[in-house]
């Protein structure tokens, strides 16, 4: 007998539903008609689509008039398209781990956080089995105040090295971690499915979808705290390496002779353009993040020649950086995010000056370089993005066994 060949109707419905509920989960509410037009399926398809996605509890149709869509115009005469609306009740759990603190929060099909919660580490406390306990009480807090809303998996976003193949997290110098299995310690506790990202790689990821960095394909972003990070986009898609450990530029060796770094080397990048040798340069206690280098800013504003001097000095540092990742990828857009993006607005000119310094062609001529978009959140949102992954890719069979794993008819 022949060979059959083509698509399956199952595998084209599969298609099919993802591609509408990736589109309103990224965009917003969208019309059925424009949904005809940007997916490229007739107006009787998506109607057989919307309809399925409603009954399995994705998305909900309203009439124009009951929500804010951008673009969408009534018609004077006829039905108005019916607007297709991602379902906010259903969703993920997304913690963030960062050095001094971490963030649990709730997020709904289309992008919106309804919980948030955040605790401050100990100062230098960060076992393993302590933050397990911590993650896991803040996860059930943010649950607790949404019963209603069914919860898929959970997404977290660290600051290390992240083995692609199974999610161990390899090397987190700044947390003290080594070759730690997060995911089994954190599912075990939560009885829900983990997954588990670098930081920067979940930064760039949300800022390509939902900010300073939409509609450009080749994207660098750099990123942190106290520990720097970086994700790129080649083409549109992520660069992982070949067990998912590109991107560590926070230990890329920048001045030999600098001070040593928590990963044992010296002049990594981070030691020059971290938060808490910004602090220390300004004359301040290290620690406390974004709201300490927002004080800083503001000192230099009103004249503070030591602060003004510290901010010119990281300003350099990451101008200087920069030039090799724009050598290296050749980027449209360099998003900065975390307490880098606060340098870059503060000294934006000190930044550039330096990028673009010329010792023969200037690589960086014409590479955007914008702050993050989504404040020090954005790499929640990424973890929450991955979180949903499964969901994206194949909604009816994820919602199905999701409703037969909690008992529901």
């Given amino acids: 007998m022949p060979k059959k060949t083509g698509i399956s109707h199952e595998e084209l419905r599969r298609v099919n539903t993802s591609a509408l509920l990736t589109w309103v989960h990224h965009n917003g509410p969208t019309t059925r008609a424009r949904l005809t037009r940007e997916l490229g399926l007739n107006r009787s ?11 399995t509890g994705l998305v909900q149709e309203l009439r124009p008039d009951q929500v804010d869509v951008e673009g969408v115009q009534v018609r004077r005469s006829g039905r108005p398209s ?32 309804s919980e948030r919660r955040e605790r401050r580490h100990q100062p230098g406390v960060h076992e393993v089995g302590q933050v397990v306990e911590s993650a896991t009480q803040m996860c059930r807090e943010v649950l607790r105040a949404r019963p209603d809303m069914a919860v898929l998996a959970v997404g ?4 290390g090295l992240v083995r692609s193949s199974d999610s161990l997290v390899h090397f987190a110098p700044n947390l003290g971690w080594t070759d730690v299995q997060f995911v089994d310690l954190l599912s075990s506790a939560l009885a829900l499915p983990v997954s588990v990202g670098n930081d920067a790689d979940l930064g760039v990821l949300a800022e390509h979808l939902y900010g300073a960095a939409v509609g450009s394909s080749e994207v660098a972003y750099v990123g942190g705290t106290v520990g720097i990070g970086g994700g790129f986009l080649v083409h549109g898609q992520p660069l992982r390496g070949a067990e998912g450990y590109s991107g560590e530029v926070g230990h890329l060796t920048v001045d030999p002779d600098g001070h040593e770094c928590r990963c044992g080397s010296r002049g990594c990048w ?19 993040g974004l709201a300490a280098v927002e004080e ?17 000095h990281a300003a350099y540092w990451l101008g200087f950086g920069m030039r090799a990742l724009v050598r290296l990828f050749n980027p449209e857009v360099v998003v900065l995010g975390g307490t880098l993006g606060q340098v870059l607005e503060a000294r934006h000119g000190r930044v550039l000056e330096t990028l673009h310094e010329r010792d023969g062609i200037d690589f960086a001529q014409n590479v955007s370089v914008r702050a993050g978009a989504l404040g020090s959140d954005g790499p929640m949102l990424g973890a929450a993005e991955v979180a949903l992954a499964p969901l994206l890719a194949d909604p009816v069979s994820v919602m199905s066994a999701y409703r037969e794993g909690n008992g529901a008819a």
Avoid: W, Y
């Fill in 270 to 288: 981070e030691t020059k353009i971290g938060a808490n040798q910004l602090l220390a340069s300004a004359g301040r206690l290290t620690g406390g």
């Fill in 156 to 159: 977290v976003s660290v600051p």
């Fill in 296 to 312: 800083v800013v503001q000192a230099a504003v009103r004249g503070d020649e030591e602060a003004g001097a510290a901010l010119d």
């Fill in 45 to 55: 398809t998506i109607g057989d689509l919307t309809s399925l996605l409603c009954d």
């Fill in 82 to 113: 019916l607007v297709v609306s991602p379902r906010p009740d259903v969703g993920v759990l997304a913690l963030m781990l960062d050095v001094d603190r971490i963030v649990a929060g709730l997020f709904g099909l289309g992008g919106e956080l």
